[in-house]
């Protein structure tokens, strides 16, 4: 087993310095851990001003492939500062390279070798991500965590399962409510393990699927990009002022859930939308793709548009992946006058960076997020004729922009002092603090 990349993150008032070497971080100071000397000078510093040597975690999770998935991470690593200001060590596990679809030579599996590497380190961190979708085929869990009771046994550092969705977007199979029921039934009984949900509706999912007295044992934390933000240069697509708009195919082909997307329909009043704005103000368009498949939605879009709209109205900012790629997206959203966008971290990026923004509800997890925090009023359903609703709601949010922004900050504020808290509370349950 290969972990993918090995980092250093920091607290954010410490300088960053890249090395080809791994490095040891103390009062904004580094050290290479490349000779005995350094090492022995690095111990010593820590005992003479009692830091604790910085924390050893294993985290598992995509890391590339979905830009969301980094401001997630990124968020995390912003939480992580708060509790552990004398530096943090992360070894990051690709996920996508344990599923049965991945074929290249660095597949990994959820055996006997993977918790040795866990063990390896003083904290074990899944997620973000929908890593309790239960609807994973022939897996022993029904989810991407395909681990036997046995293997999850032979862990014995800390384990911390957080922002995690638990809301499949597709079909069942017989047999994984049952498979999943089992997991939670190990991962509840296990002292040295602390699971929370995100604010996705996965509560909800749980009750109604699985059982209340579940849903009732689980903490539910704001999902981590809401501690997300960038600090790297806009990224201006256009010279002039711009809407930034996220569209997906997948989500909106989806046949799970309470909502279901006729695509004709769909495109139709998404074009309405857009040409109303091209026509009638003066706000360009700048589309976000999150992954590669966002482009072929793109492209449907803008398919039968006017053809000079979008030669000079309309741009596409770049595909790129990875933490860069995420700062370089998510600065298109930061510098942007109104996101509108489908992807759940579209809409709780534009939340976390203070923009105004509107969802396009393609799935509940959408809905169930503005609904938590009592901004219902901020998504159109895209199961339906939306065109006139959106382009209502795009004029208020013009019209009233301080007020939604301030509206926003205030009940995003009060979730995240009190997901803060929980954190106080998981890192003291492991042993941690």
Request: hydrophobic share 40%; charged share 20%; with cysteine.
């Amino acid at each position: 087993m290969n972990p993918t990349t090995s980092s250093m993150s920091r607290s954010p008032h410490r300088p960053t310095r890249t090395s080809m070497f791994p490095c040891t971080t103390f009062n904004g100071a580094y050290l290479l851990d490349t000779c005995f000397d350094a090492a022995i000078i690095a111990r010593c510093v820590r005992i003479a001003t009692n830091m604790r040597p910085p924390l050893k975690i294993l985290h598992l999770s995509s890391f590339v492939g979905n830009i969301g998935d980094n401001a997630s991470h990124i968020g995390f690593h912003t939480i992580l500062s708060r509790f552990f200001p004398d530096g943090y060590q992360i070894t990051q596990l690709e996920v996508r390279k344990s599923y049965g679809i991945y074929t290249l030579q660095d597949r990994w599996c959820f055996d006997d070798r993977f918790a040795a590497l866990a063990n390896q380190h003083d904290l074990l961190v899944i997620g973000g991500g929908v890593f309790l979708n239960f609807w994973i085929k022939n897996s022993v869990t029904g989810t991407t965590l395909d681990i036997s009771a046995d293997v999850w046994a032979k862990i014995k550092t800390p384990i911390l399962i957080t922002s995690v969705g638990c809301v499949p977007n597709s079909e069942i199979p017989d047999g994984n409510v049952d498979k999943f029921r089992n997991f939670l039934d190990l991962l509840l009984a296990s002292r040295n393990t602390v699971l929370a949900v995100r604010n996705d509706g996965s509560k909800g999912v749980l009750a109604e699927y699985v059982g209340k007295s579940y849903a009732d044992r689980l903490p539910e934390v704001l999902d981590s990009a809401f501690f997300f933000n960038t600090s790297e240069n806009p990224y201006h697509a256009l010279p002039r002022k711009y809407i930034a708009v996220n569209v997906t195919l997948d989500q909106i082909r989806a046949r799970w859930g309470t909502i279901q997307v006729d695509e004709e329909i769909y495109y139709d009043e998404l074009q309405k939308v857009m040409t109303h704005l091209l026509t009638n103000t003066d706000f360009d368009l700048v589309f976000v793709p999150h992954i590669y498949t966002d482009h072929l939605a793109i492209a449907r879009a803008l398919s039968g548009m006017n053809d000079f709209h979008v030669r000079s109205r309309i741009q596409i900012a770049p595909y790129a992946q990875g933490d860069a790629g995420c700062k370089l997206l998510f600065s298109v959203y930061k510098a942007s006058g109104l996101v509108v966008g489908t992807r759940f971290h579209s809409n709780v990026c534009s939340l976390a960076m203070d923009v105004p923004g509107i969802g396009l509800v393609a799935l509940d997890t959408v809905k169930n997020m503005y609904d938590g925090l009592h901004l219902s009023d901020r998504y159109v359903r895209l199961d339906r004729r939306f065109g006139d609703d959106l382009i209502a709601k795009i004029r208020a949010a013009f019209e009233n922009r301080t007020d939604l922004i301030q509206t926003s900050k205030r009940e995003c504020d009060v979730k995240r002092a009190q997901t803060i808290d929980m954190y106080d509370r998981f890192f003291s349950q492991l042993g941690l603090r």
